[in-house]
């Protein structure tokens, strides 16, 4: 029996990422800003895009690609507010694969968008190894969760372009460190951008929509 | 466990029968069943016996619990039994102050520069690459005989 041995040196990931290529340029010739978001369950992300969807759908046509283990509820909540969203349900899998994205754009009808998203299945650690063609990746925590987060899940961090701390309202109840949290942010991912917001005072919440318009803006023109 | 094509198997923890949790490596040891087979039918037909995998420090997959997977992956397929070799590779961290690599502590994702508090440059330490797949040729799809 003869062994042959070949030598292939290819990316693990590499079905997933060259799909997460083909979602890129596809979003380049659409002009669609498209985030991932990534956080724990529960951390407040369905409601900063409902909170992004009151301040920015009269003006931009947005999008919504939901991933959950089970229930529809996530898009159901944002199609109440009358944005086109795909719900993804992985049954049991932890975080979102590019070749879902592009299965949800086939099955609706969400292109053309100006800002789509992407909100990952709860979860700090799997969909962090995932492209899905995003420009960026946006990783929230909230104030409830500890301000030890980022240094004990420590990817995300540093390869989210910008972190997001939500339910700031609750600050004054919670024993959770601003200070040191930004400044262990800012150590993991040097470049990255800090915003503290509060969906229920709204705190925070026009920077975030800035931040997006902005990006789109810079997009349009690259 | 299920098979390939269901996104993640659930593994019960040691010394817990009822706890279950979705694991991220198995996921990626799909991923990586998928290409090693790719390979053998680009070069031939035949048996995976040994594959070679690199790992960076800061890739996010635990080796361990990708070995875990890698064997439930090839479980009951003709590939059963094949070795997943994992190389281990570190970021290189150069601090641009001090113009050396630097070693930051086991586990640690700060990008500081011990001596001198500046961010450091990270190169590699994400690789999560087939290297190498060998496997037993056959022809006519039968096995040789020796």
Not at chain 1, 105 to 130: M, S
Not at chain 1, 199 to 217: A, M, N, T, Y
Request: glycine share 8%; with cysteine; charged share 30%.
């Amino acid at each position: 029996m003869e062994t042959k041995t070949v030598t292939i040196r290819r990316k693990a990931l590499a079905a997933s990422e060259e799909q997460a290529v083909k979602l890129r340029e596809r979003f380049a010739e659409s002009g669609t800003l498209v985030l991932n978001l990534i956080s724990s369950p529960g951390s407040g992300k369905t409601t900063l895009l409902e909170s992004t969807v009151g301040r920015l759908a009269d003006d931009y046509r947005l999008a919504v690609v939901e991933g959950d283990v089970a229930t529809e509820r996530d898009a159901d909540r944002i199609r109440a507010m009358g944005v086109p969203a795909h719900q993804v349900l992985t049954s049991g899998a932890c975080h979102l694969d590019a070749r879902q994205i592009e299965t949800a754009l086939e099955t609706t009808e969400l292109l053309p968008a100006e800002i789509l998203v992407i909100e990952n299945v709860g979860n700090l650690i799997c969909p962090t190894t995932y492209d899905l063609g995003e420009d960026f990746k946006v990783a929230l925590l909230s104030v409830t969760e500890g301000d030890d987060k980022p240094i004990k899940y420590p990817a995300i961090f540093s390869r989210a372009d910008v972190t997001v701390i939500t339910k700031s309202d609750l600050l004054p109840y919670v024993p959770f460190d601003l200070e040191t949290v930004k400044a262990h942010i800012a150590t993991l991912n040097p470049s990255g951008v800090i915003l503290v917001v509060s969906s229920i005072s709204g705190e925070g919440i026009d920077d975030w929509c800035d931040l997006l318009v902005r990006r789109l803006e810079a997009k349009r023109r690259s | 466990m299920r098979g390939p094509g269901h996104g993640h198997g659930r593994i019960a923890a040691q010394g817990d029968p009822g706890y279950t949790k979705p694991m991220h490596e198995m996921g990626i040891a799909i991923e990586i069943y998928r290409t090693c087979r790719e390979a053998v039918q680009e070069h031939g037909e035949g048996r995976l016996r040994h594959v070679k995998i690199a790992v960076g420090e800061l890739s996010a997959v635990e080796p361990d619990l990708l070995s875990f997977g890698w064997e439930a992956v090839i479980a009951d397929t003709d590939d059963e039994g094949a070795e997943l070799e994992v190389e281990f590779r570190r970021a290189d961290q150069r601090c641009p102050n001090c113009g050396e690599s630097k070693d930051r502590s086991e586990g640690s994702w700060f990008r500081i520069c011990p001596d001198c508090g500046a961010p450091l440059e990270v190169r590699g330490g994400d690789e999560l690459d087939v290297l190498e797949v060998s496997f037993e040729a056959v022809e006519n799809g039968a096995p040789e005989e020796q």
